[in-house]
């Protein structure tokens, strides 16, 4: 499975810290990321997931549709599925680790949504 990038928006969401009077030191501590992340996010050297991005994101107060408003700039239909899916992820965690674990349940699931 490929996995999606959000480099191209990493400058944006730094925009955004930054008008929140916050430092990269203070910005990172906050997210909880390394400095040599941001430097890779910076550079391209490395990818900027979904899962980052989120935690970037809510860290400065937004999610992706409030991102979209706020900067204009627009998710490919990928990155939208990936913004959609951490969400569900999030919200619905208890009910994700139950399917983990337990192997009948997603094939019920999946056979009363006909899949």
Known sequence: MKEISFNE???????IAQRMNLNQTEFLEKCGFPK???????????NLTGRNFI??????G?????FEKTTKRVFSTEQIEEC???????NH????LKLARDASLVKKLSVELGG
């Open 9 to 15: 928006f990493f400058l944006d969401v730094w925009n």
């Open 36 to 46: 040599q992340r941001f430097n890779n996010w910076v550079t391209g050297k490395q």
């Open 55 to 60: 935690k970037l994101l809510e860290r400065v």
């Open 62 to 66: 937004m999610d992706c549709q409030k």
């Open 84 to 90: 959609e899916l951490r969400k569900f992820e999030k």
């Open 93 to 96: 965690r208890g009910l994700l």
